[in-house]
């Protein structure tokens, strides 16, 4: 039962142009979510997070927007550059006090100089 | 300030046998999470132990256990290795098991044969 679902496996961009990675929830008890930005042999490192009770955060250049009613969420990165070539991974918790973390499959982002 | 560290890097073990991973945290920190990542099912979290006590669980069989020991050091054990259980094994390390706080650490490669 996958209740966070990325269901792009790979998104490519140009240099300079936006990249939006998307994950969809099933569980509506989830009152946190965040992403995650991960390099091959190396851990993930946390990217920027939003409670249920907002509908966007922005952090530079990433802003993430959540859609309750859709059960969506999105990450928004403008403008892309090729360091931010990695394998992103939106998660869910059921609050910001637990380690217990549902991960997305994740999306392989390619940013093309 | 040294980060999440993970021994062995990489293993290599005969089906049936067992095997012990083992996660130092940042120090101070008391919440320790351990995640599977396969290429199949992306990150899938195992447990979290905070002060030496587990605090929750993930859907794994019995093989799969775990302890935090006084100085918040975590070990995770597979006993009875399947070729299945080949993954990255990944812990997160934060102050209060607030997950926006975790860092991960650069996780345990097991390879099962």
């Known amino acids: 039962d996958q209740q966070v679902k990325q269901n792009s496996p790979s998104l490519s961009v140009q240099e300079g142009r936006i990249s939006i990675l998307n994950c969809d929830y099933t569980?509506?008890?989830?009152?946190?979510f965040l992403w995650y930005k991960k390099y091959p042999a190396e851990g993930p490192t946390f990217l920027i997070s939003i409670s249920s009770i907002k509908d966007k955060n922005e952090d530079g250049r990433f802003t993430v927007f959540l859609n309750k009613s859709a059960k969506h969420l999105s990450l928004h990165i403008v403008p892309s550059q090729p360091g931010d070539s990695a394998v992103y991974f939106c998660a869910a918790s059921y609050s910001s006090n637990t380690g217990k973390l549902i991960f997305g499959q994740g999306t392989t982002l390619q940013v093309k100089p | 300030k040294a980060g999440v560290t993970q021994t062995p890097r990489y293993l290599i073990k005969t089906r049936g046998q067992q095997v012990t991973l083992s996660c130092s945290p940042i120090s101070g920190h008391r919440s320790v999470s351990w995640y599977q990542q396969t290429p199949g099912q992306g990150l899938q979290f195992l447990f979290e132990?905070?002060?030496?006590?587990?605090?929750n669980k993930g859907n794994f069989p019995g093989r799969f256990s775990g302890r935090q020991f006084s100085n918040s050091r975590s070990e995770m054990n597979v006993s009875t290795l399947e070729l299945g259980d080949s993954a990255l094994y990944l812990c997160?390390?934060?102050?209060?098991?607030?997950?926006?706080?975790?860092?991960f650490g650069q996780g345990t490669r097991l390879t099962v044969v």
């Open positions: 569980n509506s008890m989830f009152d946190y």
């Open positions: 997160a390390s934060s102050f209060l098991g607030v997950a926006t706080e975790a860092f």
């Open positions: 132990y905070f002060s030496e006590t587990q605090r």
